[in-house]
């Protein structure tokens, strides 16, 4: 089993920043594609952003690219969405999720464990 906490949500005006942090416990010797996705009210789920255990492929949803950062830390068991010139278009709730194939997939139902999520509110 593999716990997800989300931290770092909060309320930030339109063009400021946030970052994310997802801490991982339980069994996390294992590799793993950590992922970040979100879900507005009244929305289906969808993709931002994923990164394999290593960190050397990331990948991003078109909506966010260039404004957005993965990054983690495998000794900290943690991994960060740092989100730059947010729009209220990114309001939603944020999950991390973790898969134990080491793939940055862009696809929710390829994940195994996820978090209870972080609300990021985005006020213009």
């Known amino acids: 089993q593999v716990q997800l906490v989300e931290s770092g949500g909060g309320l930030v005006q339109a063009g400021g920043s946030l970052t994310l942090s997802c801490v991982a416990s339980?069994?996390?010797?294992?590799?793993?594609?950590m992922g970040w996705f979100r879900q507005a009210p009244g929305k289906e789920r969808e993709f931002v952003a994923a990164?394999?255990?290593?960190?050397?492929?990331?990948a991003f949803a078109a909506s966010v690219k260039g404004r957005f950062a993965i990054s983690r830390n495998n000794v900290r068991n943690t991994v960060w969405l740092q989100m730059n010139s947010l729009k209220p278009e990114d309001t939603a709730v944020y999950y991390c999720?973790?898969?134990?194939?080491?793939?940055?997939?862009?696809?929710?139902?390829?994940?195994?464990?996820w978090g209870q999520g972080t609300q990021v509110t985005v006020s213009s």
């Open positions: 999720a973790a898969k134990f194939v080491d793939v940055a997939s862009n696809q929710a139902n390829e994940y195994d464990y």
């Open positions: 339980g069994r996390t010797f294992s590799r793993y594609g």
């Open positions: 990164i394999t255990w290593s960190g050397s492929n990331t």
